[in-house]
């Protein structure tokens, strides 16, 4: 615990790092705001840069905690009950549960049609999927607040 807390209130990322990882993302087909999100949880939170992939994690001794995230569908709110508005991302799949829909986490971002992979794109780095799972852009009205 003394070495989270350490790293959390020591010194930061660098501005020059932050804006690098963006200038490169910036490049990508679907940069958004959810990227931006990403770096500032990542640099101005987390204080790492963290360029691994998730599935890395997926051999990686037993006795650590088994990293499991989930995200809420974004129209949820608006739209009221949802199947599938649960995603959820482990080291070796990424889906939907209620739906019975999940990929290999290195292939989350791919293309696919009539769950036929159809383009591979490269896995997002923990950087990208901390903005992706922070939620704070998924809901207008919440921003607003």
Partial sequence: MDKAVSKLSGPGVELEQALAWLAEKSKEEHFSLTDIWGVLTSAGIMKQMDPRHLSEEASRNATNPYPIYCALEKH?????PLEGKWFEL??????FTELNLFVETSLLGSKFQN???????????????????GCALAHGEAIRD
């Fill in 115 to 133: 769950g036929v992979l159809v383009e591979k794109k490269p896995e997002m780095d923990m950087v990208r999927l901390q903005g992706v799972l």
């Fill in 76 to 80: 949820c709110f608006s739209n009221g």
């Fill in 90 to 95: 482990s080291p070796h799949e990424a889906g």
